[in-house]
């Protein structure tokens, strides 16, 4: 079975810094179609940043300039969030979201994955 995993969150100060991991487990061998999402308490998930297989990026205007999502070269099968100047409005349980591919040889597959989830706690 494949999965993602999160790891990263918790409490900061506004202005502060953190990085969000989101590891597949399993034997999975590719992601494609990543991306990070958050939902804040009372509102809807939302889309925060995303990056494509040719690492193309596309942000929410709300992260433009201070969050920065990349994966892992060597393995490409890990994402990062890398958030800056970290504001109050922040706060909120973080999923990534990815498409899958595992097996081998002529028996390959494709899931669509959700992680658990992380909070974070941007206090002001």
């Known amino acids: 079975q494949v999965q993602l995993v999160e790891s990263g969150g918790g409490l900061v100060q506004a202005g502060g810094s953190l990085r969000l991991s989101c590891a597949a487990s399993?034997?999975?061998?590719?992601?494609?179609?990543i991306g990070w999402y958050r939902q804040a308490p009372g509102k809807q998930r939302e889309l925060v940043a995303a990056?494509?297989?040719?690492?193309?990026?596309?942000y929410a205007d709300s992260a433009k300039g201070r969050f920065t999502i990349s994966t892992r070269d060597n393995a490409k099968n890990t994402v990062y969030l890398q958030m800056n100047s970290l504001k109050p409005e922040a706060t909120a349980v973080y999923y990534c979201?990815?498409?899958?591919?595992?097996?081998?040889?002529?028996?390959?597959?494709?899931?669509?994955?959700w992680g658990q989830g992380t909070k974070i706690t941007v206090s002001s």
């Open positions: 979201n990815a498409d899958l591919s595992y097996g081998s040889g002529t028996r390959c597959f494709t899931n669509n994955a």
């Open positions: 399993g034997s999975t061998f590719s992601m494609n179609g």
């Open positions: 990056i494509s297989s040719r690492g193309n990026t596309n």
